[in-house]
């Protein structure tokens, strides 16, 4: 069976500079790295997490809590997360409490408080109370991805920011009647997100002089279904519709872009939409949308949990994750 000692043979390095190389640890150059990881995977080589354990004294694996796995976002970043593992000869264990939060004491006082891993991830939830003191109990390193939690450092992006670059894209295109498919969620999911882009919504349009109608605000609950509804029904019922829609999420923006296409209504000529994310389908759908990348995300904030376990001082204040407006044929010029 190849060993470490193989891959080090093969590209003329230490075995310790393979095992960093493999971990994804500091002290590597980009080029040595990719050496490394294209010999392991030619030679067939697979870190043993079960000898690793056995010298460290770790269980050799990270946990990730979500809401649900069957979310894109969710699931992008988990993909990430799972890179970095599978680099560094982590297991990957998931905690999912399915979208009904009824599974929160048993993970919670169950699952997780077996110490059954090492570092642990949790991904766009509120904790409560008791939620916070298991984790502090836990005495490994924990961050947040995805959204802010008080009392837990988190990665993600600036999502106020985020939302103003979206509406001022629509105001640099002259619209002024600019309404909002705004998100949220049962159950702790997305905690502060929602709350933060409706925010930073209003802001904008604030600071800009611009109307707020209450008849131009639905909420999609940031899924399709929701969003198409919820759009479908505002176009079809205001006294004077809006020109744009800011959408908080790319998912209620494919909702209201069905929504207009049912009506009838010509986008982006009579109705310009933009949303937040660059889903996988954005742009087969031509949706002008602020990207973000959570496979990324979930790879730094793994990368910084790994890099603790090996003795790194904890990173307190991740920097933000970038985002960038991608334009595409969903938004245009303000109808005359």
Not at 277 to 296: C, K, N, S
């Amino acid at each position: 069976m190849t060993g470490i000692e193989d891959v080090a043979v093969a590209t003329g390095v230490s075995t310790a500079t393979v095992s960093r190389a493999l971990r994804g640890l500091a002290g590597v150059s980009a080029g040595t790295r990719a050496r490394v990881l294209s010999a392991a995977q030619e030679l067939g080589y697979v870190p043993s997490s079960a000898a690793s354990g056995l010298a460290s004294g770790r269980t050799m694996a990270m946990g990730v809590l979500l809401p649900l796995i069957e979310r894109w976002y969710f699931s992008a970043v988990l993909e990430g997360v799972d890179r970095q593992l599978r680099a560094a000869g982590y297991d990957l264990i998931v905690f999912s409490l399915g979208g009904t939060g009824v599974n929160r004491e048993r993970v919670f006082h169950r699952s997780i408080l077996r110490k059954r891993i090492d570092a642990l991830l949790v991904m766009c939830m509120e904790l409560t109370e008791d939620e916070h003191l298991a984790l502090r109990e836990l005495e490994s390193p924990t961050i947040v991805v995805g959204g802010s939690v008080q009392g837990v450092r988190h990665v993600g992006i600036d999502d106020g920011a985020a939302v103003r670059d979206a509406v001022e894209h629509l105001i640099s295109l002259g619209h002024t009647r600019i309404g909002h498919v705004r998100g949220g969620g049962a159950f702790g999911l997305y905690f502060e997100v929602p709350r933060i882009r409706e925010e930073s919504y209003l802001a904008t349009m604030a600071a800009h002089g611009l109307p707020l109608r209450d008849d131009w605000s639905v909420f999609g609950d940031f899924r399709f279904g929701e969003a198409k509804i919820a759009v479908k029904r505002m176009l079809s019922t205001v006294d004077e519709r809006p020109t744009a829609l800011f959408c908080s999420s790319d998912e209620m923006a494919f909702g209201a872009l069905i929504a207009a296409s049912e009506l009838g209504i010509s986008v982006p000529g009579e109705l310009s939409i933009v949303g937040i994310d660059d889903h996988e389908f954005a742009e087969p759908m031509g949706l002008t949308t602020v990207r973000q990348v959570p496979e990324e995300q979930g790879a730094f904030a793994a990368d910084l949990l790994l890099r603790e376990l090996e003795g790194a001082l904890p990173v307190l204040n991740p920097p933000m994750q970038p985002h960038e407006l991608i334009q595409r044929t969903s938004t245009g010029p303000a109808p005359r």
